[in-house]
């Protein structure tokens, strides 16, 4: 059964960055199947937000508080990767992997492939 892999997440504080990476297991998909894939994020409370998408050819979309601080590229053996700079409290939260067939925006409804998420939490 394939599964989406997240890693890098942490404790950092304000200002500092992370590198969170993605990787597909399993034998029933590769990263060459999936048209898009992205990162999606869940603070307390909240619900879960669109932060950053891309496609094996080098599309991307990102949220607006992602803009200018938020880097996403795609690979072979780490599918996906989302590198963070200048970090807030704001961005605490759970980040998730999707991956779908056929969008790298924002809906979430587009992916029907999930990670268990990986913690990220920013303290001032």
């Known amino acids: 059964q394939a599964q989406l892999v997240e890693s890098g997440g942490g404790s950092v504080q304000a200002g500092g960055s992370l590198r969170l990476s993605c990787r597909i297991t399993?034998?029933?998909?590769?990263?060459?199947?999936?048209?898009?894939m992205a990162w999606f994020r869940q603070a307390p409370g909240k619900e879960r937000e669109f932060v950053a998408g891309a496609t094996l050819s080098g599309k991307t979309s990102f949220a607006n508080s992602a803009k200018g601080r938020f880097t996403i590229s795609r690979g072979n053996d780490e599918a996906v990767a989302l590198k963070m700079i200048n970090l807030t409290p704001e961005d605490t939260a759970i980040y998730y992997c999707a991956a779908s067939q056929t969008d790298f925006g924002g809906d979430a409804d587009s992916y029907p492939f999930w990670g268990q998420g990986t913690q990220v939490t920013v303290f001032s």
């Open positions: 399993g034998l029933t998909f590769s990263v060459y199947d999936m048209y898009g």
